[in-house]
Nanobody, 123 residues
């Protein structure tokens, strides 16, 4: 059983940056592909970014490509998400997820989820 805990959310002005982190425990971290998703009120869960087990391949949602960067530290069991040039439409709860398929965009590919961290971007 893998436990995931997100941190780093908060309130930021448009154009600013935030760095989220996901800490994993309870499993062999390097065996899992990791993803970030987000969900805004009244909207479906949206793919943000994902990274394969080795970290060699990443995948990004169209709305964040060029602004967000996902990485992983297999020694520290963490998955940072660097978010730059934030926009009000980035406001959502951000979730970390772990799965066994490489850098998938589908939430169905992920077996474990964190509780989420709120990101609010003011205009």
């Amino acid at each position: 059983q893998v436990q995931l805990v997100e941190s780093g959310g908060g309130l930021v002005q448009a154009g600013g940056s935030l760095r989220l982190s996901c800490a994993a425990s309870g499993g062999t971290f390097s065996n899992y592909a990791m993803g970030w998703f987000r969900q805004a009120p009244g909207k479906e869960r949206e793919f943000v970014a994902a990274i394969r087990r080795s970290g060699a391949v990443t995948n990004y949602g169209d709305s964040v490509k060029g602004r967000f960067t996902i990485s992983r530290d297999n020694a520290k069991n963490t998955v940072p998400l660097q978010m730059n040039s934030l926009k009000p439409e980035d406001t959502a709860i951000y979730y970390c997820a772990a799965g066994q398929y490489g850098a998938s965009r589908s939430p169905l590919s992920y077996n474990y989820w964190g509780q989420g961290t709120q990101v609010t971007v003011s205009s």
